[in-house]
Structure formats: C-alpha cells, structure tokens
C-alpha cells in the first residue's frame, strides 16, 4: 500500500487534508478524499505540510499516523499547531487530531543587514522508529523568548497518541537554526539533519550558513557532525527570502545517514547544489550539547511571541500563495516585516 497526503486551499484560506492510496505500487490510485477539514470559530484554517509515516512494529504494525501543521486565523492574527492524526486500518478512517504543541516560528534572517531566508518555519517534520517511537522536529523561537528559532523536538512512546514537552536540541543556542528533517536508523539512533547561522559575521554582504547532523538515542543528549559549509547564503535563490528549499530529505542505508540537502555554489553562476553525501560511522559518542527547556517567558513576552509568529506566518503563507495576506489576514504585509 502506498499512501500520499497533502493540503488544499480554497480562495478563503480554508484547508484541508487530503488523502489518495495506490494499492499496485503507485500505477493507479484510489480517488483522493478529505481526511480532516480543520475549523475554527470566526476564522479560516486550514493545514499544511502533511506527511505520513506507518508503524512497523507489533499490535500496532500498520497504524498510520500523520503530522500537520494547522494554522487558525482569526481576524488579522493567525497561530499554528502541530499535530499529528492516526489510522487503524489504512487510512479509511481517522482517529481525532491529537496536538503535540504550539508552533512558534519567527523565521530566519541576517541580523546585519536584515535579508530573510525562506526557511521551513511552518512545515514540521517526522520520523517512525523500530519500536514504533515518533519523533517530530520543526523550528521554534520558545527557548530564546522570541530572538530566533531553534530545532524543537517532541517524541511519542505510545505511537502518537501522548507526546513529550519540546525541547530544543541543536547545538548553539545563540545562532539562528532552521529547516530540519528527522529519520530515524534500523538500529533505532535518531538523526535530525538542520542549518544554522554559527559562522556569521557582521558583514552585510554575506550570510555563511552550515549544515549540521544530530544523532541521539534518548533525545537528550545529542552528537554534532558537520555536514556542510561554511556555504554564502547571499548566493541563493530570492523567492520571497533566501531559498534553499522549505525542507531537506535525511535518510539511512545500513549504520550510514544519507542527507539530501541544497548548499550555495563556490560561484555566483552556480546558485545552488544538491548533495547527497555517505555520512558513515556515527554512532552516540561524548555529549556535544543536550536538549534546553522552553524559557518560558511573561505574559508581555508571551504576547510579542504571539504576534510575531503571526507576522511569520504571514509572510511565510505569502510566498507560496501571492495574496493570502489579504485574504486571509485582511493586511497586505503585516507591520515590522520586510517583504
């Protein structure tokens, strides 16, 4: 059985989830239906980043579970959850969503001269394990009050059902990170594939960026290994920010991670590189860092976190569908962003 999911928006902003099977190894497909149509009082809403991983494992082998992200708009403010649904019996009917947490992206940009990057600020990422553990990472500013993103992890040990408190799990709390994906080995350690800003200097006219493999068995302590760069940002595509792409691929043959990432070229005619590299003999070594707790914050903090997660969300909806500011948030740019 083969499964697709994804999302569809209407001309108000609505989305819901779609689900289509192929039971012939992709030839042919069942017709596509709606597996959640997300609602919420006096707004639009809708999902996005839907993806799908299955169980392999004991009673529960089969089950499907999907991850979304779920942004609510209501007026000119709009928030996003993570959340994730499950199947029993392959995908024809679905369990009631379960949310793992707030999403609260504020996205990434250079601190000198102020350029974005079109990051994965709203598209979450999930792995399965082979004791049917979850894990789910996407970007989130709660461990900096706001300053920047970081690489928030939640794992589930009951198939989806519960999850943890997120933590943050990448290796420089000070340097902006973004994008991750996460897979998980046969032999059950955990790889989280991400970049961040570590190396970035004051200077204006370039943005280094690096790519960056953690590896855990418990997700609390984490291993570092460079993966790529320092690499220019600055020579990336513009679309709407700086792209690499929303998201990165992270898979493993044997005891090998295999990232599928984009990097800048040495040359500005060579804007972008996709690489796939053997990343061989990782296993759980000497503590680099270990996962950081929410800061938390006051109810002043925690409203300027509201709105400018809200702003992100704006901006980051913007790129991918022109005119969904005034649509769905009535404002054509949310004040304090740059197009």
Same mark, same amino acid.
């Given at each position: ?168 799990? !990448?290796? @420089? $709390?000070? #340097?902006?990170? *973004? ?6 080995? &046969?032999? +059950? /350690? ?32 984490? !291993?570092? @290994? $460079?993966? #790529?760069?320092? *690499? ?6 513009? &679309?709407? +920010? /700086? ?51 929410? /800061? ?44």
């Amino acid at each position: 059985m083969v499964y697709a999911v994804w999302d569809r928006l209407d001309r108000a902003g609505n989305g819901p989830a779609l689900l289509a099977r192929s039971t012939d190894g992709g030839i042919s497909w069942e017709t596509a239906r709606v597996i959640y149509n997300p609602t919420v009082a006096g707004g639009v809403s809708q999902t996005i980043g839907n993806r799908v991983v299955v169980l392999g494992a004991g009673a529960q082998r089969g089950v499907l579970v999907n991850l979304f992200t779920q942004i609510d708009s209501v007026g000119t403010q709009s928030s996003a959850r993570v959340g994730v649904m499950r199947s029993a019996d392959r995908g024809l009917t679905w369990d009631a969503p379960v949310f793992i947490a707030s999403q609260q992206s504020v996205g990434t940009r250079d601190a000198a001269s102020g350029q974005t990057v079109r990051d994965g600020g709203i598209i979450a990422s999930i792995a399965a394990g082979p004791d049917n553990g979850l894990w789910v990472v996407w970007q989130d500013s709660r461990f900096s009050a706001g300053a920047r993103d970081a690489i928030a992890l939640s794992r589930s040990a009951d198939g989806g059902r519960t999850w943890s408190t997120p933590v943050a799990i !990448n290796a @420089v $709390a000070g #340097a902006a990170a *973004f994008t991750p994906a996460v897979h998980v080995r &046969a032999d +059950g /350690l955990v790889g989280v594939l991400h970049y961040d800003l570590r190396n970035n200097t004051a200077d204006v006219n370039t943005l280094p960026a690096n790519a960056w493999l953690l590896s855990s068995r418990d997700g609390i302590v984490w !291993n570092e @290994v $460079a993966v #790529a760069g320092p *690499f220019d940002m600055m020579r990336a595509p513009q &679309a709407g +920010g /700086l792209f690499l792409g929303d998201y990165q691929g992270l898979v493993s043959v044997g005891t090998s991670f295999i990232p599928v990432l984009v990097t800048t070229g040495a040359q500005a005619s060579d804007p972008t590189q996709v690489t796939a590299p053997l990343l061989s003999g990782i296993t759980q070594q000497l503590s680099l860092s270990r996962a950081r707790p929410s /800061l938390g914050g006051d109810a002043t903090t925690r409203a300027a976190l509201s709105a400018s997660g809200s702003d992100a969300i704006g901006q980051a909806m913007e790129r991918r569908v022109p005119g969904w500011r005034q649509r769905v948030q009535g404002s054509a740019r949310p004040p304090g962003l740059a197009p």
